[in-house]
């Protein structure tokens, strides 16, 4: 078996995670109008586009979302081992683990929020008691989606766990709006407040309310429609494992779940699961990388 390097892998992912950055028509909507003022919803496209509500710059209670700042400063400045512990931290949401790196690099909020001039973002010593707004949050994600160095978050926030290391169910909030394969959510401790971000094919999806997590979902269902991502497409006749999106220019598709076995072994971090399954990709592109 040939061997693949971490740069390729990560060139393949962000390639595969590139074709899909552009929105797609229908792709995502949201209706403002729709929300409560008890929630502030940003819906960020690729290409700079955004729809808001009219207080998604309102700076509110940052919650676990502030593990977004943190992780990025970490994987870019951190120790070797702290960096290793970023993808969990998201995965989870650890809280232990984000104080503990929180306490050894207190500047990494901070300086986080000067480099992406998070205007609507404050940090008062500790990574839980800061604030930020659903629309620094949702820049700062479309800002960093295609940094290899990010490349944990992203795989933590693709592989959530069910349940967070406090026992919290992690399965509300934007997570539900369909298209989106990766959330990372946040709540009070007295389950007052409630935050998500999501990523879906070319945009990033941001949510913050001040009430349960069921008012949370139920106004982000009221608000937000998307499309899954398409179909894994049939095998060609020809047996390649290729096919033609209908309605496209009949330019050779593969999926998304296609590349991801063609990484498995190439992967031991898991990279690959930021990528969607029935994401349609070029199939010369796919077939660039070396099989299993």
Not at 53 to 67: D, H, I
Not at 101 to 130: K, R, V
Request: with cysteine; hydrophobic share 40%.
């Amino acid at each position: 078996m040939k061997r693949v390097s971490t740069a390729t892998v990560l060139a393949a992912l962000l390639s595969a995670l590139t074709l899909l950055a552009a929105p797609a028509a229908g792709a995502a909507h949201l209706d403002p109008n729709a929300v409560p003022p008890r929630t502030q919803i940003t819906l960020q496209f690729d290409d700079g586009t955004r729809i808001a509500t009219a207080n998604s710059g309102e700076s509110r209670p940052v919650l676990s979302l502030s593990k977004l700042y943190l992780a990025h400063w970490v994987l870019h400045h951190g120790a070797p081992a702290d960096k290793a512990r970023v993808e969990h931290m998201i995965r989870v949401s650890d809280d232990a683990v984000a104080s503990d790196l929180d306490a050894t690099y207190p500047q990494a909020i901070p300086e986080t929020i000067s480099a992406f001039g998070l205007t609507q973002t404050s940090y008062n010593g500790y990574w839980g008691a800061g604030t930020t707004s659903s629309d620094d949050v949702a820049r700062f994600l479309s800002e960093i989606r295609h940094d290899p160095v990010a490349a944990p978050i992203f795989t933590g926030m693709a592989t959530a766990a069910p349940t967070a290391a406090d026992g919290y169910a992690q399965n509300f909030g934007t997570a539900v709006v369909p298209g989106t394969f990766g959330t990372k959510f946040g709540w009070s401790n007295n389950r007052d407040v409630h935050a998500t971000a999501s990523l879906g094919p070319g945009w990033v999806l941001v949510a913050n309310t001040y009430g349960g997590s069921a008012a949370h979902t139920a106004d982000v269902r009221a608000a937000v429609t998307g499309d899954p991502a398409p179909g894994v497409p049939a095998p060609s006749p020809g047996g390649n494992g290729s096919a033609v999106e209908p309605g496209s220019s009949g330019t050779p598709t593969a999926s998304g779940a296609q590349l991801k076995d063609r990484l498995a072994c190439h992967d031991p971090h898991n990279l690959r699961q930021a990528i969607p399954d029935g994401a349609l990709l070029p199939v010369d592109a796919v077939n660039a990388v070396p099989g299993c």
